[in-house]
């Protein structure tokens, strides 16, 4: 009998519920909901959930509550990331939820949180035997993770996540040229372990977890006329002059030429921008060539450990 389990990764976000059975090598999914909950929404930066956002986060969690129920779950893990483990009313949220749905929250660090990606990433099968650096850029935090098919060599959570840069340098639309620089500066000023860490490290690919890394490929294929689907292409391979020309296009871009794009999820509409500039901003500074996209992350990581 295979077990049946339930993750939730609770980002600062967009809330995922993944409900799958099987082995660790081989599960099939049976929901895959996410829902844009922008926890972070308004507080990010001040370390506070604001009343709207929390409510939003509430009826989320009884939603995937019920969906767990009618799915007859076996076993359930929920974790909270930057958002939830930065805010001061954090833990009148996770009483909450746990008072309404039942659902135990577990606030994971940023190690933990570049460990689970790390294993999400690795059972996809795109980790070779060379050094991969893996960037995972969430709302609240950006993780990196250098390592390869065997195992980690570094990791490091940043709380630079493209909600707290929106808040910090992307106040009007398009961004202007001097917020770019001030974002460039602020990244030299913020990513300095990631620098020392990479020193010595031969980095062959970038491999971009999910997120983000989803909606530059389902955009570059699309403006191609080749029809995109994530749920057969777990992973990706860009063209590195493809990426960057469009991470130009969207950084250029207006509010109302993304919104109208179907391969930006309504979440992503504006943080796409700064998701763009730190993208940019690490294969040029780490003069990076083959950049690739992975469909897993962290709830694959945790999915993989309950089934194993």
């Not at 980690?152 to 493209?162: H, L, M, N, R, T």
């Not at 020193?199 to 971009?208: P, Q, R």
């Not at 389902?218 to 991470?247: C, M, Q, R, V």
Request: hydrophobic share 40%; net charge negative; with cysteine.
């Amino acid at each position: 009998m295979s077990k049946r389990v339930a993750v939730m990764d609770l980002g600062t976000n967009t809330f995922h519920l993944l409900i799958a059975e099987g082995t660790v090598n081989n599960y099939h999914e049976i929901a895959h909901d996410q829902e844009p909950v922008k926890l972070g929404e308004g507080g990010i930066n001040k370390g506070y959930i604001l009343p709207e956002a929390f409510a939003r986060g509430i009826k989320t969690m009884q939603q995937f509550q019920q969906q767990i129920s009618a799915n007859q779950v076996q076993q359930v893990r929920a974790l909270a990331t930057s958002a939830l483990r930065s805010a001061s009313n954090g833990k009148d949220f996770i009483d909450e939820v746990k008072a309404k749905t039942g659902i135990s929250i577990e606030i994971i660090n940023g190690e933990q949180e570049a460990c689970f990606i790390y294993d999400g990433v690795k059972i996809s099968g795109c980790l070779s035997a060379q050094n991969s650096l893996i960037m995972d850029i969430g709302g609240g935090s950006v993780e990196f993770i250098l390592g390869n098919a065997d195992h980690i060599i570094w990791k490091q959570s940043f709380e630079i996540g493209a909600a707290r840069l929106m808040d910090l340098f992307h106040r009007t639309d398009p961004i202007p040229p001097a917020s770019i620089e001030a974002l460039d500066v602020y990244l030299q000023d913020n990513l300095t372990d990631l620098f020392a860490a990479l020193e010595g490290h031969e980095v062959d690919t970038l491999i971009g977890s999910s997120g983000v890394f989803e909606s530059f490929a389902a955009i570059i294929e699309t403006e191609k006329g080749h029809s995109f689907d994530l749920k057969t292409t777990p992973t990706y391979s860009f063209d590195h002059e493809e990426l960057l020309i469009e991470t130009n296009k969207i950084v250029q871009s207006t509010h109302l030429q993304r919104a109208a794009n179907e391969n930006i999820i309504p979440v992503r509409v504006d943080m796409i921008v700064v998701a763009s500039l730190i993208t940019r901003f690490i294969i040029h500074k780490l003069a990076i060539q083959k950049v690739s996209m992975c469909t897993n992350s962290l709830k694959e990581g945790v999915l993989a450990g309950m089934l194993d």
